[in-house]
């Protein structure tokens, strides 16, 4: 098993900046991609941001220019930049890893922390 500790949720008003971290431990070795995926509330789960170790980097289109993905593999840690935030922003964002591409979600997730962005 692979255990995820999401960190760096919150309350950001609509053009500011949120870190969240995401720390992989367990199983580690069976892990190839990592990322982030978000629900709103009423609305199904979506992509955020993928990155494989290798490099390969996958964005939603509507964080594209706002946020960055990016990993350090000496922590088994990734990290999602969150810059100039809007209100459609608003959900909980879930970590993710797996063994495979950034074309799909890993069989890993994390608990989720809330991120709210006020108009």
């Known amino acids: 098993q692979v255990q995820l500790m999401e960190s760096g949720g919150g309350l950001v008003q609509a053009g500011g900046s949120l870190r969240l971290s995401c720390a992989a431990s367990g199983r580690i070795f069976s892990v190839n991609v990592m990322g982030w995926f978000r629900q709103a509330p009423e609305k199904q789960r979506e992509l955020v941001a993928l990155?494989?170790?290798?490099?390969?980097?996958r964005y939603a289109d509507s964080v594209k220019g706002r946020f960055t993905i990016s990993r350090d593999s000496a922590k088994n840690t990734v990290y999602l930049q969150m810059n100039s935030l809007k209100p459609e922003d608003t959900a909980v964002y879930y970590c993710?890893?797996?063994?495979?591409?950034?074309?799909?979600?890993?069989?890993?997730w994390g608990q989720g922390t809330q991120v709210t962005v006020s108009s």
């Open positions: 990155i494989t170790y290798g490099g390969t980097i």
């Open positions: 993710n890893a797996g063994y495979g591409s950034v074309s799909y979600p890993g069989n890993y």
